[in-house]
């Protein structure tokens, strides 16, 4: 009965995996046709990924502080605060709403 069991799955699975996956194509050629980012990828962007790009950039602040005696020592700390500060800040506040 398990084995039966396990072997439906797998069948099913492989059957779902060849329906979605030229569809999951299709999709993606289509939201890169348009120009503009549709009600989906916005909602996405302000609901989930903004929120962790915020996160991202705070994080990224406080490894800054800690690196900072490093960074010193090595002559990079422009490089460390763009890396670490200022592209989570550019990703999370500056570029449009949906486009990633």
Same mark, same amino acid.
């Given at each position: 009965?398990?084995?039966? =069991? #396990?072997?439906?799955?797998?069948? $099913?699975?492989? /059957? +779902?995996?060849? %329906?979605? &996956? !030229?569809?999951? *194509?299709?999709?993606?050629?289509?939201?890169?046709?348009?120009?503009?980012?549709?009600?989906?990828?916005?909602?996405?962007?302000?609901?989930?990924?903004?929120? =962790? #790009?915020?996160?991202?950039?705070? $994080?990224?602040? /406080? +490894?800054?502080? %800690?690196? &900072? !005696?490093?960074? *010193?020592?090595?002559?990079?700390?422009?490089?460390?605060?763009?890396?670490?500060?200022?592209?989570?800040?550019?990703?999370?506040?500056?570029?449009?709403?949906?486009?990633?």
């Amino acid at each position: 009965m398990r084995d039966k =069991l #396990g072997k439906k799955t797998i069948v $099913l699975l492989v /059957a +779902a995996a060849l %329906v979605l &996956i !030229p569809l999951g *194509t299709a999709l993606a050629q289509s939201s890169l046709d348009s120009n503009q980012p549709d009600a989906g990828a916005m909602a996405t962007d302000l609901i989930l990924v903004r929120p =962790l #790009g915020f996160v991202s950039m705070i $994080l990224g602040t /406080a +490894a800054f502080i %800690v690196s &900072i !005696p490093f960074t *010193t020592t090595g002559k990079n700390v422009d490089q460390a605060w763009d890396t670490l500060v200022a592209k989570p800040a550019t990703f999370t506040f500056q570029r449009p709403l949906g486009n990633f």
